[in-house]
């Protein structure tokens, strides 16, 4: 196996990651958080030091990559990567233990969304911005390996999948993620930007609009309140977030083939038009269940339908509101038939579809 070239794209990946700690570190010193501050800065030396010496030992060594090599990247960097993302949580008492720093930056890079912290609402602000910045960057990471590694060496079922980036076969690993890169994560950006900005536009406040902007594209689901996105009372607020899930959990090389003129793209691919029918098929039962266990009226009950739908289905984890598990709508909570959980639960296994940020199985297999 080619240690080497898998070693020197986590080396590089860790620099970038230690970059992207200045990113919060900024927030901490904005905010007046001192310890969050000197955190991020120890963390960021060491997760740059430990980067730097594994590029420095692999240069020269790159090769092409295959079967294995794409395994074992896969393995090591979601595996390595939440070490050194735990450590600002860690140190700068957020988390309660390393296990729980761990889960949380596991949680984030992996984009589950799943949380051990509580408080969320009185958590240091730069800790809150970590949390979605990494899940946008575990979004990003899943979407390059699908369309860099995994897609050309046939793994998962990928080789059922053809991507529209054209790219070289034989390139090295770091040259063919380099590729995607260069191809993909400005149009993940731009996209971030814009949720950010509607979110602001429509009564969301800056700080808050920039993470839920950076969880919904990474389709994570990580908020910034306890009450997740039903603390900010806001129908438009959740319409906006939907959407911008829905686009995360598209395959990628569709919105790269529409920006460079190819809009027809997204009607030709089949697993497009399931994931939309999808929704659309979950909305409506979900619209229905919600009307006839609780005589919800038409409006809330299509708005939280819509918005519980495309958040499951594309495994981001939002909600809309409180919900009573045992039936009730109690304080303005939803009434949730246990039915309607288990769908749901089964959906999430689903997910969108492939080269996208979404969890689960994933359309395309399930087709």
């Known amino acids: 196996m080619a ?32 310890r969050a501050a000197g955190s991020f800065f120890a963390s960021a030396l060491v997760t740059l030091f430990i980067g730097g010496g594994l590029i420095m030992a692999t240069r020269g060594d790159e090769k092409t990559v295959s079967r294995r090599e794409g395994f074992f990247l896969a393995a090591l960097a979601w595996g390595a990567l939440p070490v050194f993302g735990a450590l600002p949580i860690y140190f700068s008492g957020a988390a309660g233990s390393v296990v729980d720093a761990y889960f949380e930056a596991l949680s984030g890079l992996t984009t589950t969304g799943a949380t051990v912290l509580q408080g969320l609402d009185e958590l240091p602000r730069s800790i809150l911005f970590w949390r979605a910045l990494m899940q946008w960057i575990g979004g990003l990471g899943a979407i390059l390996l699908a369309v860099a590694i995994l897609s050309l060496l046939g793994i998962g079922g990928l080789s059922l999948y053809r991507s529209a980036i054209p790219r070289g076969e034989r390139d090295t690993m770091a040259g063919r993620l380099r590729h995607a890169v260069e191809s993909i994560w400005w149009i993940y950006a731009c996209l971030t930007a814009v ?20 969880s919904a594209l990474s389709t994570g689901g990580f908020s910034t309140r306890d009450g997740s996105v039903g603390a900010f009372g806001s129908p438009l607020l959740e319409f906006t977030l939907a959407i911008f899930m829905l686009i995360g959990a598209i395959n990628f090389t ?114």
């Open 195 to 214: 949720c950010a900005v509607l979110l602001w536009l429509f009564g969301m406040p800056p700080f808050d609009a920039v993470c839920h902007a950076f």
């Open 254 to 367: 569709l919105h790269w083939a529409a920006v460079n003129g190819r809009v027809q793209a997204y009607r030709e691919d089949p697993e497009f038009k399931y994931l939309i029918g999808l929704v659309l098929v979950v909305t409506i039962l979900v619209t229905g269940a919600l009307v006839l266990s609780d005589g919800t009226g038409a409006f809330d009950a299509v708005r939280n339908a819509l918005f519980v739908a495309i958040s499951v289905v594309t495994t981001s984890g939002f909600l809309p509101a409180e919900i009573d598990a045992a039936g009730t709508a109690a304080g303005g909570g939803l009434a949730w038939p246990t039915f309607l959980s288990m769908l749901l639960l089964i959906l999430v296994l689903v997910g969108g579809c492939t080269g996208s940020t979404a969890g689960g199985v994933k359309l395309m297999r399930i087709a």
């Open 3 to 34: 240690y080497a070239a898998v070693l020197a794209v986590v080396g590089w990946a860790m620099s970038l990651f230690a970059v992207a700690m200045l990113f919060p570190l900024l927030v901490a010193l904005g905010y007046g958080e001192t």
